[in-house]
Nanobody, 133 residues
Framework: EVQLVESGGGLVQAGGSLRLSCAASGFIFDDYAIGWFRQAPGKEREGVSCITCKDGIKGSTYYADSLKARFTIASDSAKNTVYLQMNNLKPEDTAVYYC???????????????????????WGQGTQINVSS
């Protein structure tokens, strides 16, 4: 059974940092793209970052343009875990953050990249981040 479990969310002041973890099980970790998405109240789910999500290349990364200067994605194959380091957090970063999985080879179906929520089939339960001003 495929499982993705997020952790690391919470309340932080603006300017602070958090590291989210996404622990994966039930599939061959290195064969999967893992994406981070977020959804704020009243807004659509949006892509934050992903790894192994371009052309099926292990370790390839993507960041939303507005976030790349503050967020860093990394994976640890030994722990089957993907991390999202978030620095200089802002109130507008407040949202539920989800990690999601897709077969890396599926990037061939979507122009070589797995960047959108509908391209991912496995989802975690989400973790709430609240950034106070």
């Amino acid at each position: 059974e495929v499982q993705l479990v997020e952790s690391g969310g919470g309340l932080v002041q603006a300017g602070g940092s958090l590291r989210l973890s996404c622990a994966a099980s039930g599939f061959i970790f290195d064969d999967y793209a893992i994406g981070w998405f977020r959804q704020a109240p009243g807004k659509e789910r949006e892509g934050v970052s992903c790894i192994t999500c371009k052309d099926g290349i292990k370790g390839s990364t993507y960041y939303a343009d507005s976030l790349k200067a503050r967020f860093t994605i990394a994976s640890d194959s030994a722990k089957n875990t993907v991390y999202l380091q978030m620095n200089n957090l802002k109130p507008e970063d407040t949202a539920v953050y989800y990690c999601a999985g897709a077969r890396a080879s599926d990037s061939a179906l979507y122009g070589g990249q797995l960047l959108s929520p509908h391209e991912y089939g496995q989802w975690g339960q989400g973790t709430q981040i609240n950034v106070s001003s």
